[in-house]
């Protein structure tokens, strides 16, 4: 592996401190970014061990969003018309948001968070709060396959992507297809949305990538879809190549040319995305350097994993962010890591109150610029990153 950005020494992002551990050293890992010429993945240099990030206290849940749970819903109503499946296993299902518009029998939930496995046990859904591998898949579906497997946001998060797919390929019926979801590297690439790029997100996967992995395991992309969640996502359907029930589409050539075209298989196209990195990190912050000089009241919005590795990477602390508002109860009265800037909940953003907000949940700004039309209208802004650091 090649590295090509260095997003400097990193505390685990999703470890919100408490008040009380405000003094204590955290944990910090270099948080290098590299690529693989022999089969185009992108991934972090240096891993945490998964028992550090996913256990007891995972803070994020995907039903608090509602571009979430729309997503998720749609997606479900797809999936039952087109594939009508008898048996569907979720890789990573968080509280629910997926599961839940699912019939109880027909569907098994894998959650290695036991904080949020227990949210869906509780709800009836069968649950197994362990870490997807091979051992599991045979647990899970020793005696019937599963037709369909789905997995947001989560494949990309695990190093050993052989184990992975090799307990996919178990669990899989013969005609079964497996649905992936996961951030674009196009997209990423595109926006600088360099913040993709932090401890748990061990992969940010292109298609020419996935592609290379699945081939060792006979399994073929034979649909891709672009989403617009978390800034440009990709929906990837894969079945096993003698599956001869689907074609392959035409959105699979049409995407990889697309990754080609830009580059993405080539090291020379992340060189250039580092030096935009670079240029990004200085332009932030003298945002908030002229912000201070003026003695505006600024904030932040959306206390994100991502704004984590952008805040400790272009060192805005708490001396130019006053706090951020988040909606999620775990992380309200913690601090994000590193810059220690203190979380409250969410209150809608009053102009008389607060001038400007950092954007740090940029991937839903759509949904939060509705949610404060008021302060827009009555001369509120926004600071964001993506795809170049400007107010709003
Ligand atoms: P997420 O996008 O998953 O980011 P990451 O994976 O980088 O942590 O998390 C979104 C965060 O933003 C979550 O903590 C909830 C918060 N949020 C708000 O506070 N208000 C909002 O309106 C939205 C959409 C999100």
Known sequence: ?????????????????????????????????????????????????????????????????KTMRKSFKDLAKKIKKYYKPKFIIEIGSNDGAFLKNFNKKKVVGVEPCKNLAKLTIKKKYKTYSEYWNLNLAKKITNSKKADLIYSANTLSHIKKLDEIFRAINYSLSRNGILILEDPSLLSCIKNVAYDQFYCEHIYVFSAIALKNVLKKFNLEIFDIQNTKTHGGSNRYFIKKKFNKIYKVKKSVRKEINRELK???????????????????????????????????????????????????????????????????????????????????KYKKLNKKKVDIAFLGAWNFKEEIFKKEKNFIKSGGKFITHIPTPKII
């Open 262 to 344: 830009f580059g993405l298989n080539k090291f020379s196209t992340y060189k250039k995305f580092s030096s935009k990195v670079r240029e990004s990190k200085k332009k932030l912050f003298n945002i908030f350097l002229k912000l201070k000089k003026e003695k505006l009241k600024v904030i932040g919005y959306g206390a994100t994993a991502k704004s984590c590795t952008v805040l400790n990477y272009c060192q805005v602390g708490a001396n130019f962010i006053d706090y951020f508002y988040d909606t999620t109860s775990y992380k309200i009265g913690r601090y994000l890591p590193g810059s220690k800037i203190k979380i409250k």
């Open 1 to 65: 592996m090649k590295k090509f950005l260095n997003l400097g020494s990193q505390p685990l992002a999703n470890s919100y401190i408490k008040k009380n551990n405000l003094k204590n050293k955290e944990k910090k890992f270099k948080l290098e970014v590299g690529f693989n010429k022999k089969n185009y993945l992108v991934s972090i240099v240096n891993t945490v061990p998964k028992e550090k990030m996913f256990n007891n206290e995972y803070p994020y849940k995907s039903s608090e969003s």
